[in-house]
């Protein structure tokens, strides 16, 4: 549902929950996610709720995941890098 | 207009409205005055510890009694105030400190409370395994937990206007004059008028015992708290520091709030408090050289409260020492939640017996000479 | 280990960037921080990475390529940039503590500069919360940032943002399936008071653009939907289809995603958490810092430039940055008033002339009271998991202000720390009581402004900070 538009400048690998996702340099890792099709960043603290990406600037909170080991990270400001492993934020007591 | 009613309360906290719900609960017409809201100051921001562990001898008993009402909390103001029995634990890092909890054990011992209990390594790593290694041991009150200070203090609010007290807030007590055995305070919603005046004014108490010509030693105080994001499940009893100033605990949802008694700045007449954060890098290394984990916790928050303390750290309760048909009870510096239930019992019995079978002997007013040393 | 500065600017959009490079220019030792790791703010998004991208520059328009000139500028002066800085407590003796790359740090400030910018209002209705559902701010950097368009999207709000970010879809060959305009016609008339004030050659600019823009969308075909409410998201895990009413007539489209916009307000949590002074602004329905003329707060040698201090737009921002910058020399001694004034004065013409227009835009685009003031079943405490009907229930029973609110139901508590909720909770919180939401106020904010780990605070060295 999200499309580049300059597919080819997806030159970059990460990893979302052990699947790899193309991103290009520049990328926050929230745009990564959501042009891999990600609809769920991390699941609310009190009913399990799923959230994904709403303000992509650093305001909302919402696109908290955990990067390479570091739980509570901004997804919207956290640029990509090759070979980086993101996973989905329980927040249900799950920290890091 | 002026309000009348059979006592005045000054300060609208838990220990104003506590002392307000018990009166009430006698038969007397109550008007608590309060210059902000409920709540708005020590009582709601605390810790939150209802703890007898490793109080001063003299608030033992307080503490004890305290401690029964804590356990039917609901009993007393229809709320579960959110208290917890998690039990309190003070961990002794090194021999010395251990020595030290022995001695206290045994000197509380000695006074016939069996509520503080010395353990070894074996049992404090059973109740806190995720503390670092090689600590010597500990001293535990297993029925001590914590509650929750803005709901227990709404709670009290609520019983008491239920039971007929009237809370009047954003409201000042401006003047107190005594004439004929009645009391006249000016607010800055117009006069009240009764026979009993009850300071419970926190931190600003002082000023109000000024009006009543005595003099005490109050030094306001902002002690500091501050709260990580929610973390997995790693400790359940509350956590006190021996050798280092620390004091923590892990919520219901996850989030650890850690305190310990480092102070930031207080400003009694804006009503406010700032946080001193060079302080709080201090709790951060704290906590995290005691509990590994928490040294991948997140710090979301922080706030300070305005509390006060006499020299002796222990409050003032009881009868004026200047005026008739006056009642003191402040300077609970920083411990004074747990004790609310109570402290508001002894004033209400204290005013309308004129005695009380628990011993506030050590809490007179008048153990502060002109010179504001201890007697 | 900390050092000095005479100026610190913090943000680098249009405000900041002018600021920083005006104060650097007149030989202040000048800090410039941001947390994001590129220059040009929210506007200007990606503005030196876009250089090379002429396919996208022309989808962006010709106002983005403004940002150029400002950015150029800064890398050529002399201050220091620091991106990806965070920013997380600010006292107000003027020290500065920011982290950066996992470290933490404090400095301390001669003077600062605060040109944090503004964030969407928000937009609590039913669904907001669910996967799918961003902001229209939200878009856009995902288009400026990332090179990214949505498919079948569908714009929601009203607001000049709302109908860029349209239009720039339109360029991009990706036109949005919809746009639920939730103006309200009872706004037109009261706008139109604004009018003369608005017919000014920049205002007049701005109308204009504002006009070509639309014939634009509509001749592209989008479906435009007018007088919209009651709009609700629906979905289970995930945004699956928009229900609204538009002209009173019930509509559903399916939609797996979707914009909110209701404008933009300034970003407070700093100044808030210094303990600066703030004011209710009727016309723009938000709080803003109080300020004089040349942006001093109510804290000395604090100031606050472009729509940190109320919503004014990006080249107003510019001017504002200047303007407080000139300020700062003057406190820290570097030029007189005299001189002060003289290098101020154009930048005074511009702010002028770039604010003309406000009244009106504010006016016309002022958000309906089921958005600011939502029913009981809508969450508006996003963090926390908390309903409008929460809020109205503890005002009920007893509870006078946000930050009761806060105690009671853990409302501000979250992460966010408020940004998110702030608003709607004083909004609810003052219609319950039936006063205004001056009176009511706003959350407490206390350090930190962004969470820290505890491992980076331990590892400060304090000894010889300031």
């Known amino acids: 549902m999200l499309q580049r538009l300059d597919p080819a400048a997806a030159t970059l690998r990460l990893f979302f929950e052990g699947a790899p996702i193309a991103a290009r340099p520049g990328d926050s890792v929230a745009a990564a996610l959501l042009a891999a099709g990600a609809d769920c960043f991390r699941t609310t603290p009190l009913r399990g709720a799923r959230r994904a990406a709403f303000c992509m600037m650093g305001v909302c909170f919402d696109c908290l995941v955990e990067i390479d080991g570091i739980a509570n990270r901004q997804a919207c400001l956290t640029p990509v890098a090759e070979g980086m492993q993101v996973r989905r934020q329980h927040d249900a007591g799950d920290g890091a | 207009m002026t309000r009348t009613a059979d006592a005045i309360v000054v300060g609208g906290g838990l220990h104003g409205c506590s002392a307000a719900l018990h009166l009430a609960r006698r038969g007397r017409k109550v008007v608590v005055v309060e210059k902000n809201s409920v709540g708005r100051h020590a009582s709601g921001v605390n810790a939150g510890g209802v703890r007898r562990l490793l109080r001063a001898l003299p608030e033992i008993p307080l503490s004890c009694a305290a401690m029964e009402m804590w356990h039917h909390i609901g009993d007393l103001v229809g709320d579960d105030c959110g208290f917890k029995v998690s039990g309190q634990v003070a961990v002794a890092e090194t021999a010395a400190g251990f020595e030290g909890l022995r001695a206290r054990a045994a000197e509380v011992a000695a006074l016939r409370y069996g509520h503080e209990e010395l353990i070894d390594a074996d049992e404090l790593y059973r109740l806190l395994p995720a503390l670092k290694p090689g600590c010597v041991g500990g001293l535990v009150s297993r029925a001590d937990g914590f509650a929750s200070p803005y709901h227990t203090t709404m709670a009290f609010r609520a019983a008491a206007i239920r039971a007929g007290v009237v809370v009047l807030e954003d409201t000042r007590a401006l003047g107190f004059r005594r004439a004929g055995g009645t009391w006249s305070v000016e607010t800055s919603a117009g006069a009240l008028q009764a026979p009993v005046l009850v300071n419970c004014g926190g931190a600003w108490a002082a000023r109000v015992a000024a009006a009543l010509g005595e003099t005490v030693p109050l030094e306001p105080i902002a002690p500091m708290m501050m709260v990580t994001a929610p973390m997995a499940h790693f400790v359940d009893p509350v956590v006190i520091g021996v050798e280092r100033k620390l004091s923590f605990k892990q919520a219901a949802n996850g989030t650890v709030v850690i305190g310990g008694g480092h102070r930031g700045v207080p400003d009694l007449d804006n009503d406010s408090s700032s946080v001193d954060f060079r302080k709080l890098v201090i709790s951060a290394t704290t906590v995290g050289t005691l509990f590994p984990v928490m040294r991948g916790a997140q710090l979301v928050r922080s706030w300070s409260g305005i509390e006060s303390r006499l020299p002796d750290d222990i409050p003032v309760i009881g009868p004026s020492a200047t005026q008739d048909g006056a009642f003191h009870a402040f300077g609970f510096a920083g411990h004074g939640f747990q004790l609310g239930p109570v402290v508001g019992a002894i004033l209400a019995e204290l005013i309308d017996t004129g005695v009380t079978n628990l011993p506030i002997g050590p809490f007179a007013i008048t153990r502060f000479t002109p010179t504001g040393v201890a007697a | ?466």
Request: glycine share 10%; proline share 6%.
């Open chain 3, 1 to 466: 280990m900390s050092a000095a500065w005479d100026v610190v600017v913090v943000g680098a959009g249009p405000a900041g960037l002018a600021a920083a490079t005006l104060a650097a220019g007149q030989g202040a030792r000048t800090l410039l921080l941001d947390e994001q790791d590129a220059p040009g703010g929210q506007i200007y998004r990606a503005i030196e990475r876009t250089r090379d991208d002429p396919a996208l520059r022309r989808i962006l328009g010709p106002d983005y390529t403004h940002g150029d000139g400002l950015v150029a500028g800064m890398r050529a002066c002399a201050a220091q940039y620091a991106p990806g800085t965070s920013v997380w407590q600010i006292t107000p003796e003027r020290e500065v503590w920011a982290t950066r790359a996992g470290r933490s740090e404090a400095m301390r400030a001669g003077t600062l500069i605060l040109a944090t910018g503004a964030m969407e209002r928000p937009v609590p209705l039913p669904g907001w919360t669910l996967p799918g559902v961003m902001t229209v701010g939200g878009v856009q950097i995902l288009l400026k940032s990332a090179g990214m368009v949505p498919e079948g999207l569908v714009l929601a709000g009203s607001g000049p943002l709302l109908y860029l970010v349209a239009w720039q879809l339109v360029r991009a060959g990706k036109p949005p399936a919809a746009l639920l305009d939730t103006a309200s016609d009872d706004n037109l008339r009261p706008a139109l008071r604004h009018l003369p004030a608005a017919l000014r050659p920049t205002a007049l600019g701005y109308l204009a653009k504002g006009l070509a823009l639309r014939r634009v969308l509509r001749r592209a075909g989008l479906a435009l939907h007018a007088d919209v409410t009651d709009i609700r998201i629906e979905g289970d895990t995930r945004a699956e289809a928009v229900s609204f009413r538009s002209a009173g007539q019930p509509r559903r489209l399916v939609a797996a995603m979707i914009a909110l916009h209701e404008g933009i307000i300034p970003a407070q949590q700093m100044t808030r958490s210094i303990g600066c002074a703030h004011e209710w602004d009727a016309q723009q329905h938000a709080f803003r810092p109080v300020l004089d003329t040349w942006g001093n707060t109510s804290v000395a040698g604090i100031l606050v430039a472009g729509d940190a201090s109320g919503i004014v737009g990006a080249r107003a921002a510019e001017h504002a940055g200047r303007i407080a910058a000139w300020e700062a020399l003057c406190q820290l001694g570097r030029v007189d008033a005299a001189a002060r004034d003289r290098g101020a004065a154009a930048d005074r013409a511009g702010l002028a002339a770039h604010r003309a227009v406000r009244p009106l835009l504010d006016r016309l685009y002022a958000p309906r009271a089921e958005i600011l003031r939502p029913a009981d079943d809508v969450t508006i405490c996003r963090c926390e998991e908390i309903t409008a009907g929460q809020v109205r229930a503890v005002v009920a029973r007893g509870c006078a202000g946000p930050n009761q609110a806060k105690n009671f139901l853990r409302a501000g508590m979250g992460p966010c720390q408020g940004r998110l909720c702030g608003t709607t909770v004083a909004e609810l919180i003052a219609a319950e009581l039936g006063t205004g939401v001056a009176e009511v106020g706003y959350f407490r904010i206390r350090p930190p402004l962004k969470p820290v780990a505890l491992a980076e605070l331990a590892a400060m060295d304090t000894e010889d900070a300031p």
